[in-house]
Structure formats: C-alpha cells, structure tokens
C-alpha cells in the first residue's frame, strides 16, 4: 500500500449547499487509504440543493447551446479515457471495493463504457432522435410546416441503480442534453461514479457541473423522496419493480415518470454457430456475457436456447459452459454474494437436483464447495429466470423459430436476445423475438455493452424527457401579415 | 500425492508397468480398477497385493479391442464408484521384446502392424470413447496414454510396435485439444526399456548394458518410476498439463 490518503465526499451540491454533518467510512485499496464522507440528510437539505441546482441551470445551462454542452461533456470523457486521470484511477480502486466485482472487470468495462460517450457518440445520440438536435437550442422548421422546439425538464429527479458500476453517468449525460438540471440519488451500493463524474464536468466547467445534486441515501427515506419528487419535473427510475412501483404511487400525476424495471435477457445459439470451427467461440462469448458483472445489469443473459444439430450437443454445450464458467472463476472470481443471493441459487440447485432425481430431464453442473458458478441443462425447452451471480438455464431446441414463440406469454419482461446465427435467419429470427417482445437483438458476447442511441427497453432516451413546444404554420403566416413592411 | 476417492482404470495391469501403476494408485488411496486380458491369476494377485495393503481394487476382464467388453467394463466400474477419474491406457496387442529376433523392415507385414494399432490405438482409442461422457459430465478427467521413448530414439526398430505407439502420441495431442474445453487433460508417458518386466526379459543383456552406457542416470528405468510420473499427471499437480509426452528413461533421448 502506498501512503496517499484520500478524503472523498460521497454527493455533490452546489457550493452554497452547506453539509455540516457526515458520517465516515475508511476503507484501504492498492493506491492507498480513502476516507469516504456520507452526507446526514435532512428534507431541507434536499430541497435546498435542488433549488440552487435548478437555479444554475435556469440561468446557465438552459442557455448554453447544445454543441457547447456536447463538447464539454466531451472534454470530461477524454478525461476518463486518459488511464493516468486521478478520477479514473481512484473509480479502479475503490469500486472493486464497493461493489465485490473483480478489478480487471471493473477496469475493462468502465473504459468500454464511457467509450460510449464521445462527442461523435455523443451526436449520434442525438441524430438517433432529433430531426434537428439544434430544437434544444431554439426554434427549428418543420417537414410539415412551422416550427418545433425541444424542452428538457427543469429538473430531473434520476433514481439510480447499484448494479454496474458507472451506469448512472448514462442517465446523467442524457439529462444534461436536454438541459436539465440532475438531482441523483445513488444507491449504497454504488454511489461514486455519479460523483466522480459531477467532479470531472467541475473541473471542465464549474457554472456547469452547479447543476447537479448527487446524494446517498437508502431507499424508502419518504421524506426526502416526497421533496425531490417536488423539486423535480420529470423522475427515472431504474431499479427493481418494488423500486418502481414505490415510486410510481406516490409521484403525483403532473411529473413525468419514466421507469426501467426488471427485466429478463436471453440467448439463442443456432446450430451453424456449434459448427468445428465456431463453437469454442461461442462459448467463450456466452460466458463472458455471463461472467461480466455476474449477470447483474438487465442486459446479461439469464438463459440460453441451443439448437440441436451441431458437432456439440446442447448438453455437451452446457457442459462446456460449466467448464468455462470455472475457467472465468479462476480469472476472475466472482463477487461475493448477500446470504440470502446464495441462497437463492441453493434453492434453485436443489430444485433441479430434485427434479433430475425424480425423473426429469435435467442435469446440474455446478461449481463445488460453493455457489461461483451453476448450468442447469433442460432436454425440454421452457422459461426460467436466473437467481443471477452466474446462474444460467440452457435450454435444448430442435429449433430456435419455435422456442422464440414460446416466449411469448413473458413479453412484459423480455428486453435483450443476445444471437448467434447465420445471416439468412438473422432477420426473420429478429422479426419473431421482436414479435415476441424483445426490443434488442446483439452479438453474444456483447450483452452487457447496450450501444450509443439504442432504444432502451424500446423507447427513446431523449424524445421521453422533453416537451415540444410548436409553431403552427398559421402562427407563422398571420405574422408575416402584421409585418409594418408588408405589402 | 492425495488421490483419495480418485476412480482409475487401468488397462492391461495384470503385470510390468500396468501393475506398478496401479499398485501405486492403490497406495495413494484411489480405487483402482485393474483390467486384464488373459492373465487372470497375475491380475488377482496385483488385486489381492492392493487389499493387503488396506487399498481398494477390482479386477475386470476385457479386450480393449472389443468395444462392447469395454462398454461393460466402464459401466460397471460407474454402477460401482459413480465416477471414472482417471484412464491409463496402458493395454497392447502381445509383444516380444526381442532384439535378435525382431522383424526387419523386409520381413515384416502388414498384419504385423495392424495389430500394433488395433492394441495401442484402436483400443485406447474405445477405452476412451467409453469413459468420456462420464469424465464430460463431470468436467474434469485425466487420461494417460502409455507410449515409449523409441518413437524417439529407435534404438531397436521394433516397427510396428514402435509405429503403432507414435500413432497413440499423435492420438493423445489430437485429444488434448478438442478435450481441454471439457476440462479433460490427456498426456502420454514414455518409458525407455523398463526393467524388470515380462516385456523386456528377452532383451539381452549387452543390450542393456549399451543403454545404461548412453543414459545419464546410468540405469534402466524400473516400473516404479514410471508409475511415480503417470501418479503426478493423475494428481492436482499435474492439473494444467495436457498434450505433453514425459519421457522417463533416465535422459536417453
């Protein structure tokens, strides 16, 4: 250990927020010794931060033009994709800490993530859902006649997740293109990229980074929800479906109230990727999909549909997936888990077990001595979620067309199908799953990395925020009339 | 070396090598099971040598020619541990060892060959077809394949026996790569003139002397030491070894 000793706030105000009391956590990691500060809040401190943050962003903010929020934004990423940038090397030492997740994983994926928003990602963003992005700075015409412009909420109130580190900056970058001041509450189990993030845009733009309200607290504090769901104009949810739902009753009707809840992601494997030459890749990227961050974003697959037919059966498949899985574990082990997580997956073991036992036809392969790692093989193709910290279904197919319409009856939960076939049933595969309910279609191997302007859980991530404000043709043409010059 | 629990087949353990292998897998507390061809009195008393010793085996008569011997001989070693950890394919087609009356490459056949192949390769080749959906479900197997340091250094052209067991070492790398993924290693071992066993008795002496001369160790190998390097690549230390061939003839080759 080295002798740097840090003192690190867990929130971000604006400056004449004034936090008196914290309560302090020390915690050791490879570059040194970090005091990390809680914030004791009060309803009052809510209400005051999130006034003084509406407020820069009412005189500051929603005045900047819009390509002078994306390179600012820019500048910050380019920070973050500097490997010696202080903020970045502190998120690599701590967040293994905070979260339980291998630092190699950590290290990879945060730096693929904030990939994502580059200015040239950033545009792509808003080409994704803008006509003309410049309707967030000013009036701009329409195909159809007048003119439009795009207001974002005065203040956003962004409930976050804790699940994989860093994907709270998302939500935050999409609030600042739209203008919005952010009022983010974090969740304990991760609640430092949100404000390591607030302190990179401070150090590109202070007036910017006063905008926004970063704070801690443990769900189910009524009291100070109650005040930031007053502040705001608009809320995110991200979070379980209690999460959701316990927000959703209590926000009175005029807010906008966008939530992502639970949601079930799978995988499809059709025979011609089981091929001599393609399987052992295969598996390698079905593994990674369920190594990386132990299947705890929405995003990883929770089961995997196999396809009869290759030179691997579906059941040599889950074995093969059993042995990658234990090779993943000695790279990198997985996190360690709450007691009732492990119990879960010792619940779900013994049910298959017990169910192989008694004739179905099932088989366990799991990790011995503890729970890193369980593939539950089924010769009859069915639906079954995953207690998750890579657990994982397969599920043997003669074909993948008609396992795919099965799936219909859990279309409330189905988000992302990670697929690996042939180009000729790419789209027709596609068309059934989207059918089905399903709104993302990727590369396995690539399940956990959602990609700049995709629509999450099928909708838009800016065209939900703002309101439209419209110039009616008419509105145009009867000005021109009351012009003095007119003639 | 802890293999308690460890399930090992052993072909062709009635007698020389296969026997001290597993006599010393039995003393390192796995269950052994000793297969044999003919020589049933010689098997039983390897069989009876291991439980005198407080160690566990069985015996178990099969070609490892005949895929449906085999078959059963696997199943039944599953229907009484549940598990086969570990495969010495250790069997041959008969031999002699002879180097005054040994075949020329002008005297030999092809039949000569042929049953080489059938014992060293065809029948490791169904020994391990049959444990291997047992070792895949577990994830995890050790398979050894009993080769010699003459495909090497042919220092008596034994053709077909020597041939048949370079074909077993190309077997065994082939092996290593498609079985890695399952967690299954597989290795060769290769003796050099292993002294004393029923095989090499009517290797002459001056022979023997001219091998000690150009062996480092200055000896002829002995069964035990062969059995110590097949015990290592069985045991945890041996874990992340596959596709190599261990010579271990004292440095000849």
């Known amino acids: 250990m080295s ?4 003192v690190l706030s867990m929130y971000r105000v604006p400056r004449e927020v004034s936090i008196t009391e914290c309560h302090e956590e020390n915690i050791e990691t490879e570059q040194g010794s970090f005091t990390l500060k809680y914030p004791v809040l009060s309803p009052e401190i809510v209400v005051d931060a999130a006034r003084k943050a509406q407020n820069a962003r009412d005189v500051y903010l929603a005045h900047l033009p819009l390509m002078e929020v994306v390179e600012k934004i820019d500048r910050a990423i380019q920070k973050w994709l500097d490997p010696d ?21 950590i290290r990879l994926e945060l730096k693929r993530y904030m990939r994502n928003f580059r200015k040239k990602e950033l545009l792509r963003f808003l ?14 015409p329409r195909k159809s006649g007048g003119m439009s412009r795009a207001y974002g909420p005065h203040m956003i109130f962004h409930v976050f997740s804790g699940n994989v580190p860093g994907v709270q900056v998302w939500s935050l970058i999409m609030g600042l293109l739209v203008k919005s001041a952010a009022l983010g509450k974090t969740s304990l189990a991760e609640p ?22 970063i704070l801690p607290w443990k769900g189910g504090e009524v009291e100070l929800e109650a005040k930031a769901m007053e502040a705001c104009e608009a809320l995110i949810v991200y979070g379980s479906d209690e999460t959701v739902e316990a927000y959703r009753h209590r926000v009175p009707i005029e807010k906008r109230f966008l939530s992502y809840g639970h949601k079930i992601s799978l995988a499809m494997v059709g025979k011609e990727a089981l091929t001599a030459d393609r399987y052992e890749d295969t598996l390698h990227r079905l593994a990674a999909d369920i190594a990386i961050y132990d299947q705890q974003s929405c995003l990883a697959p929770q089961m995997v549909y196999v396809e009869s037919g290759g030179v691997i059966t579906p059941k040599d498949f889950s074995q093969l997936l059993a042995c990658e899985l234990e090779r993943y574990e000695k790279k990198w082990p997985r996190s360690a888990l709450s007691h009732e997580e492990a119990m879960a997956i010792h ?27 369980t593939v539950i093989f ?23 067309e008609t396992a795919a319409e099965t799936l219909t009856r859990f279309r409330r939960y189905l988000q992302s199908c990670g697929l690996a076939v042939g180009p000729e049933r790419l789209f027709s595969l596609s068309e059934r799953l989207g059918t089905c309910g399903l709104n993302r279609i990727c590369a396995i191997g690539e399940m956990n990395r959602a990609k700049p302007g995709w629509h999450h859980d099928g909708r838009f991530n800016l065209l939900d925020l703002v309101r439209f404000v419209d110039i009616e043709r008419t509105a145009e043409m009867l000005a021109e009339q009351y012009d003095p010059d007119v003639e | 070396m802890d293999l308690k629990g460890n399930v090992v087949l052993v072909t062709g353990a009635s007698r020389g090598i296969g026997a001290a292998i597993a006599r010393a897998f039995a003393a390192e507390g796995a269950c052994v099971i000793i297969n044999y061809l003919k020589n049933e009195a010689r098997a039983r008393d390897v069989v009876e040598e291991i439980r005198e010793h407080g160690g566990e085996a069985i015996l178990y008569q099969a070609d490892v020619r005949d895929e449906a011997q085999v078959g059963q001989m696997v199943q039944s070693a599953i229907d009484q541990y549940g598990q086969i950890d570990c495969l010495v ?14 075949k020329t490459a002008w005297g030999i056949s092809w039949e000569d060959y042929q049953s080489q192949l059938d014992g060293s390769l065809r029948g490791s080749y169904i020994a391990t077809q049959a444990v291997l959906p047992f070792m895949k479900e577990k994830g995890r197997g050790r398979i050894i394949n009993m080769v010699t340091n003459l495909i090497d250094l042919p220092i008596v052209p034994y053709h077909d026996y020597t041939t048949a067991k370079a074909a077993l070492w190309g077997f065994t790398k ?9 967690g299954i290693t597989v290795n060769a071992v290769a003796p050099g003139l292993t002294y004393p066993t029923d095989s090499s008795r009517e290797t002459q002496e001056d022979v023997r002397e001219m091998i000690v001369k150009l062996t480092p160790l200055k000896r002829l190998a002995q069964p035990d030491d062969i059995a110590g390097v097949v015990l290592f690549l069985a045991s945890d230390w041996g874990r992340f070894v596959t596709g190599q061939c261990i010579r271990v003839d004292g440095g000849l080759v």
Do not use: C
């Not at chain 1, 080409?127 to 701009?140: A, I, Q, S, V």
């Not at chain 1, 779900?348 to 790692?373: C, H, K, L, P």
């Not at chain 2, 082939?174 to 399952?182: P, Q, T």
């Open chain 2, 174 to 182: 082939n092996l290593a790569r498609d079985l890695g993924h399952f």
């Open chain 1, 192 to 213: 430092l990229m949100p404000v390591l993030f607030s302190m990179s845009l401070a150090e590109i733009d202070e007036r910017l980074a006063e905008s926004i309200v």
């Open chain 1, 3 to 6: 002798g740097v000793s840090e």
């Open chain 1, 378 to 400: 089924h010769r009859k193709a069915d639906f079954s979620g995953s207690p998750l910290n890579r657990t994982i279904h397969v599920f043997a197919v003669d074909d993948l």
């Open chain 1, 347 to 373: 619940k779900m073991r013994n049910q298959a077990v017990f169910a192989a036992i008694n004739g179905a036809d099932v088989n366990v392969y799991m990790s011995e001595m503890n729970t890193a790692w």
């Open chain 1, 127 to 140: 080409d994704e859902e803008f006509d003309h992005p410049g309707m967030l700075d000013g009036f701009r």
């Open chain 1, 85 to 105: 940038y202080p903020l970045r090397r502190w998120a690599e030492a701590l967040l293994p800490i905070l979260t339980g997740y291998h630092s190699d994983i």
């Open chain 2, 89 to 102: 394919n250790n069997a041959l087609s008969h031999y002699t060892f002879n180097p005054k009356t040994r």
